[in-house]
């Protein structure tokens, strides 16, 4: 081809450069004008090593002399091949250069030390990232891509180990500076992707299956709360993500297959249960630690002021008490144990402890008649309290500074969430500076009803009760009840259901543990039901009266007088009271007997009347409402020496809180509407301290103690299925039902 541009007078120019070239170089037409002007350059004298920098500036020339060559000259593709495969790999190579890849060496490198935390803390991934970092380094170390939440959450998991980072010199980046490096993947086609399969497409989670005539995947979809066929019009189900591992419980790997999206959101989900799991078992220990130390400074295993030494179930207990405290597993607890095992003096000795660690006041709030035994009990412990009765006006508010700890000794009496008196309870139980709150009492649930319990799950902060319309509705047969002809409603929650359930879910916040298993050595208790003998005249009498009384109840009903239902539960405690006059000729009677073959006796009765009729023909001490907290205290050492030998008092005066075990025998004249209080009358020479076998006679006279007796075994029953975990449901009988049955059969 004829050179259009003679060359020879162009490169024989006289430029400053001196030295003429040594040899001549073809070089193709195309290079011929570019080729020149940088000939024109070196022959200035410009040095070309010190013109390295000024080369880039050639570049555009250059590609345009490549174009001209491959366009004009019609090369053949075996030539460009080469040039393809050369551009290629200098492009990818910029571009790698320009990438930050500390992300991605950081967690090779974390994966390369890992052993799960098995055998070196600090080497590595922890037991609760492992998983998921390996599975990220093997991605990285595969070529394949990370997607932009892969990458997030892998920097975040990162940030945990900055300074085994930093020990290699390798800082983290921040996120804002290498998210674009994460974009997402092109989408494959629906003709790549499996046919059944789980994918993250936006904000829901989308489950794919090829039609099933028969409805049985339909019908697993559906199972899965949140669904929506077809929502992205893509003829999927989809589902929001936080139901991803309930799809994946229907829908397993082995049947579906799982995107990297998917796979990244289980993994993310399996370190947070990893380190909520973590978190747990450190928060365990340091209660623990906390409640051990608490142990410690209780010295269970000493003997008290008096020689006492607590016996390995009541060291359990007080250990129990600390576990109950702040800090601990609740900030209360309620130690139900029997009465008689030494509910007392457990909380007593725990709650030296707190006042050890913390420097702070201890109350004690109880029956009046217990203040004595409380007092005594404390100086034995060496432990300073700070007793309150029980009414609504004596219970004292929290403290406006400074912690607290409060005992309350026979905690059913605050079973009823309406009153005052409740109501003051829970405000000083659930101060934010008290720093434990224990409620003792042998019957936890009073009464028989799961809705007696609930004031004091409250009390604890058990989470059982947060929503007490739900407790009520599961546990207490709560149902609107119609109560009159109009159709008037009203929520009833005098029933039992599910009660196994209950026994189980507060199994962590309630003590119980019967006699027969803290003291297998105690003697057995019998209770004996005793038929009340009555001369023929005297029993015509009672019938008399009983008739009386209610056929003036009917005529008073009947002229619309009284409200029938209100005024039942009036005429039957009337009737009791009757049979109870009538019954006590009996008890004075069986007393006599026992006397005479030298044993003590301990006679309790519901009426005031009766209990002072009985003490007028035996003599010895009479407990009754009213009587002076220390001189109640004075009657129960007469009798606990031997100085006297019939002990007398009602039940709500005399029924909880004393130790009477001088006597084996105990005479019920009446009983209580409740199993509880019954237990407890009994108990007070059923009790640590008992030598004998304890014998429990219970009077019964007609119809009336018939009823009544049925009920508090019913309520008993229902107790016992609580606190042990026995599977029934038991529909209640409240006294006022039972009483407007009761009188309509008499």
């Known amino acids: 081809m004829a050179n259009p541009t003679p060359r020879q007078l162009e490169f024989y120019f006289k430029g400053k450069w001196n030295n003429l070239p040594t040899k001549v170089i073809r070089l193709p037409e195309v290079f011929h004008r570019k080729t020149y002007e940088l000939c024109k350059l070196l022959d200035n004298g410009i040095d070309p090593l010190a013109r390295v920098e000024s080369v880039p500036q050639t570049f555009p020339w250059t590609m345009e002399a490549v174009r001209d060559w491959m366009v004009h000259e019609d090369r053949e593709l075996p030539e460009l091949l080469p040039l393809e495969q050369i551009l290629t790999k200098a492009i990818a190579d910029a571009r790698e250069r320009k990438i930050d890849r500390r992300l991605e060496r950081a967690v090779c490198f974390l994966a390369d ?349 058990h989470p059982l009760v947060q929503n007490k319309h739900k407790f009520q509705e599961r546990y207490c047969n709560g149902h609107r009840k119609v109560i009159n002809s109009y159709g008037k409603t009203v929520w009833d929650v005098t029933g039992a259901a599910f009660l196994d359930e209950l026994s189980q879910k507060t199994h962590d916040v309630i003590l119980r543990r019967t006699k027969k298993e803290c003291l297998p050595e105690l003697p057995p208790k019998t209770r004996i039901f005793k038929q009340a003998e009555l001369e023929k005249t005297r029993a015509s009498e009672y019938h008399a009266e009983i008739k009386a009384l209610v056929q003036n109840y009917k005529d008073r009903a009947d002229a619309g007088e009284v409200d029938p239902s209100a005024e039942a539960l009036v005429t039957l405690n009337i009737l009791r009271g009757v049979g109870s006059r009538y019954k006590a000729d009996s008890a004075i009677t069986l007393a006599q007997e026992l006397l005479e073959q030298g044993q003590q006796v301990v006679i309790f009765t519901e009426f005031i009347e009766s209990a002072k009729a009985i003490n007028a023909a035996l003599g010895g001490e009479l407990l009754i409402g009213g009587v002076d907290p220390l001189l109640r205290q004075d009657m129960v050492d007469r009798f606990q020496a031997g100085e006297s030998k019939v002990f007398v008092g009602t039940i709500k005066s005399g029924g909880v809180g004393l130790t009477l075990t001088a006597a084996s025998n105990v005479i019920l004249v009446d009983r209580a509407w409740t199993p509880g209080d019954c237990e407890q009358a009994e108990d007070r020479c059923y009790r640590l301290g008992q030598l004998n076998a304890v014998f429990c006679h219970w009077l019964k006279f007609g119809t009336v103690d018939d009823a009544i007796d049925s009920l508090v075994g019913e309520k008993q029953e229902r107790i016992e299925i609580v606190l042990k975990g026995k599977t029934h449901t038991i529909k209640a009988s409240s006294p006022m039902e039972l009483a407007k049955q009761l009188l309509r059969i008499l």
């Open 113 to 461: 030390r890992c052993d799960g935390a098995r055998e070196h803390d600090g080497c590595g991934f922890n037991a609760c990232d492992s998983q998921f970092g390996k599975w990220i380094a093997e991605r990285v170390r595969s070529g394949k891509h990370l997607s932009g939440n892969m990458a997030k959450a892998t920097l975040k998991m990162l940030q945990k180990y900055v300074r085994q980072l930093e020990n290699i010199g390798l800082v983290l980046p921040e996120w804002e500076a290498i998210a674009h490096q994460y974009q997402a993947t092109p989408e494959p086609s629906q003709e790549e992707k499996p046919p059944k399969r789980i994918e993250v497409i936006g904000h829901r989670l989308c489950v794919f299956h090829p039609f099933d005539g028969t409805g049985a995947f339909q019908q697993k979809a559906k199972t899965v709360r949140g669904y929506k066929f077809n929502e992205l019009n893509n003829k999927g189900w989809c589902y929001p993500h936080s139901v991803l591992e309930d799809l994946i419980k229907v829908f397993p790997q082995s049947d579906f297959y799982y995107d990297d999206e998917i796979q990244t959101m289980i993994h993310l989900i399996e370190i947070k249960k990893a380190e909520a799991e973590a978190e747990l078992h450190a928060e365990a220990l340091g209660k623990a630690t906390r409640i051990m130390g608490l142990v410690e400074k209780a010295k269970i295993d000493q003997p008290l002021s008096n020689g006492w030494i607590l016996r390995d179930y009541q060291q359990k207990g007080v250990e129990w008490l600390l576990a109950h405290s702040e800090g601990g597993i609740y900030k209360g607890g309620i130690l139900a144990d029997d009465m008689g095992l030494g509910k007392t003096l457990e909380s007593l000795v725990a709650a030296k402890a707190l006042q050890r660690t913390h420097n702070c006041p201890v109350f004690v709030v109880c029956p009046v008649s217990l203040m004595e035994g409380w007092r005594r009990a404390a100086t034995m412990v060496e432990v300073e309290v700070e007793l309150f009765s029980n009414h609504f006006s004596q219970i004292p508010a929290p403290l406006e500074s400074g912690g607290f700890v409060v005992i309350f000794d026979e905690a059913h009496s605050f079973q009823d969430p309406t009153s005052k008196r409740t109501k003051k309870f829970l405000n000083l139980c659930l101060a934010e500076n008290c720093i434990a709150a224990w409620l003792l009492t042998g019957t936890p649930m009073k009464n028989g009803r799961p809705i007696n319990l609930m004031p004091l799950l409250m009390a604890v902060e």
